[in-house]
């Protein structure tokens, strides 16, 4: 059977444009108008013109309706529509075709055809996107493995060089790079901290006091690293505690993987002056007499 339907042969018209050329989308169920292009439904033998997907006027007399209406509220028109997925006909308004299809989705055309569930696909763009995700995430993986199998720092042990960019300021606009070997000779303290981190504010006016007391010396220096953060909040916590010690991000948690750190913040380490670790404090310092017990010794005879 041939699948243009001459109207003198089903009785058939397009109530739209008057046409009797009607072309068989389902079998004596789904038409399309071969003059005007509407597609049709013939319930009961009634011609019935079908809403294309996302619209709400009346194909009959432009009404909008409600997507929950089944006619049209002025001329009581049925109005219809086709599953992408079967070509059944439904009210609009009903959660599923006939054959229990999920009619939410917007239908994919091909050739004007209502396209199978088999032919639909992924567009390029969310092959993309999905790639990078997963790709960054078997590199957050990799990078996860080969930290495991490094041992974490221990105290003894000469620390790994590594480079704090500060946060920019009006004598250096692009930040100052501070090499922790530029610092041999003298005690390093390295605080980790955030300005999500509750507990660095516990500990943050006396490290901010303990700098103020061995500033003078020129022989101790303090790195705050900022640990995963924003910062805007990070300029925001130094100015609300008045640090005044060099600190900057930890880019890339570069430095972070320096000490293969695998706890939190606050964390401090302690190195000496020929770039040995001497101490590590996990959590807040309680005192300023705290933060001095673990540097006077290591300067002793300087």
């Known amino acids: 059977m041939s699948d243009i339907i001459q109207a003198e042969i089903k009785g058939l018209e397009c109530p739209k444009c008057g046409t009797s050329i009607l072309e068989e989308i389902k079998k004596g169920k789904v038409f399309k108008c071969g003059n005007c292009g509407s597609t049709l439904v013939w319930p009961d033998n009634q011609p019935t013109l079908v809403l294309s997907f996302g619209a709400n006027l009346c194909p009959d007399c432009g009404t909008d309706n409600p997507q929950t ?64 995700v997963l790709l960054g995430f078997l590199a957050f993986i990799g990078s996860g493995l080969l930290r495991a199998q490094k041992s974490i720092i221990a105290i003894g042990d000469p620390v790994t060089d590594f480079t704090l960019t500060t946060f920019s300021d009006d004598t250096h606009p692009q930040g100052q790079d501070i090499l922790l070997s530029d610092l041999k000779g003298k005690v390093v303290l390295v605080n980790f901290w955030a300005s999500w981190c509750k507990p660095c504010e516990s500990e943050a006016a006396d490290l ?31 100015a609300k505690f008045g640090i005044t010690y060099i600190n900057g991000p930890d880019l890339g948690t570069r430095i972070s993987q320096a000490f293969n750190r695998q706890i939190g913040v606050p964390e401090t380490y302690i190195i000496d002056q020929n770039g040995i670790l001497r101490n590590i404090k996990i959590g807040p310092f309680v005192s300023v007499l705290e933060i001095q017990s673990v540097i006077d010794p290591l300067l002793i005879g300087n």
């Open 69 to 132: 209406h089944r006619s049209c509220r002025k001329c009581g028109a049925g109005l219809v529509k086709v599953c992408p997925i079967c070509a059944e006909s439904f009210y609009v308004g009903d959660k599923y075709c006939p054959n229990g299809h999920d009619i939410d989705a917007k239908p994919t055309k091909q050739n004007d055809q209502p396209v199978t569930a088999e032919k639909r696909g992924v567009s390029p763009l969310i092959q993309g996107i999905i790639w990078v």
């Open 208 to 238: 901010e006091a303990a700098w103020k007391y061995y500033e003078p010396r020129g022989d101790v220096v303090f790195l705050g690293v900022d640990y995963v953060d924003t910062e805007p909040e990070a300029r925001s916590y130094l």
